[in-house]
Nanobody, 125 residues
Framework: VQLQASGGGLVQAGGSLRLSCPAS????????LGWFRQAPGKEREFVAG????????AAADSVKGRFTISRDNAKNTVYLQMNSLKPEDTAVYYC???????????????????WGQGTLVTVSS
């Protein structure tokens, strides 16, 4: 599976961005998917996750109510809608696929087998 995250950029605080991550190489409809981010000087952290059926979803407390994860299995794509952005959301955002048979997301980055290259989101104050 190859993942290609896109949609990052520079935005003012309070603005919105939508990240996309299409997958190629194999269908990922049975995989759990996640978004992670890494800010300069910090460890990579979980942002949001979604199960294969979209039934189970989760978001980190820091983004809950502002970010929404979704997926379109027909298009092999996962999305992250980010609203009310804050300067502390500035980071490189990564999409990831967990294709180990669980069908669910994980909060742990080590549980994901495939990763996108990352897209930079910069929020100015």
């Amino acid at each position: 599976v190859q993942l290609q995250a896109s949609g990052g950029g520079l935005v003012q605080a309070g603005g919105s961005l939508r990240l996309s991550c299409p997958a190629s190489g194999r269908p990922f409809s049975s995989c759990g998917l996640g978004w992670f981010r890494q800010a300069p000087g910090k460890e990579r952290e979980f942002v949001a996750g979604i199960s294969w059926s979209s039934y189970n979803k989760a978001a980190a407390d820091s983004v809950k109510g502002r970010f929404t994860i979704s997926r379109d299995n027909a298009k092999n794509t996962v999305y992250l809608q980010m609203n009310s952005l804050k300067p502390e959301d500035t980071a490189v955002y990564y999409c990831a696929a967990r294709c180990d048979g669980s069908g669910d997301y994980s909060y742990k980055d080590l549980d994901y087998q495939y990763w996108g290259q990352g897209t930079l989101v910069t929020v100015s104050s």
